[in-house]
């Protein structure tokens, strides 16, 4: 009697485990093997003095010019330059993937009382994830870092989907 008691208890248990989530909506670190590829589908420039350029809404934009509330992606080569540098379409190997969190505060102190709410916790957190990059044409081509600022208490990672989203029509991921 005992062991059909336990034996039900871990069926209730593993009953209430929620289906892993498969497709657009898996979290990108989850659904994006290593050997999948990123393609940029035309030519981008990154500018003199820079080592990357940001990705919005499929459009090159610059650090001031995203919104860190929504999905956004950093393109990165690696050694800076005097000189704008082209980054030719092309197929990138992504040879790691990487999940990251980070948390963001206020510049100004918090104080408790009426004037302000805060709890003195982060304002955000920060889910990243990041795809190392590999071209034998375009060696200096690095790394893809996809991130967004989301509520302490509400955030997600970002999914396959939204990163997709966020990229095309500049980039296609194309999954393995």
Known sequence: MRYLLLILMLLTV???QLA??????????????VGSELILTKDITIPANQTSVYVQDGKVTTYSGRDQY????KFELYPISDKPRPVKADSFRITRVQRDTDYA?????????????SDGGPLAIIYTVTFSLQSRLQPDVF????????????GEDLTLGE???????LFVLNVK
């Open 14 to 16: 593993s009953a209430c």
């Open 20 to 33: 892993p989530l498969k497709g657009e909506q898996a979290p990108a670190y989850l659904a994006v093997p």
């Open 70 to 73: 929504y999905p956004n992606c």
């Open 105 to 117: 505060s206020s510049a100004t102190p918090m104080y408790a009382g009426p004037v302000n709410s």
């Open 143 to 154: 790394r893809m870092s996809c991130k967004y600022w989301a509520d302490p208490v509400s």
């Open 163 to 169: 990163v997709r989203q966020t990229l095309k029509p």
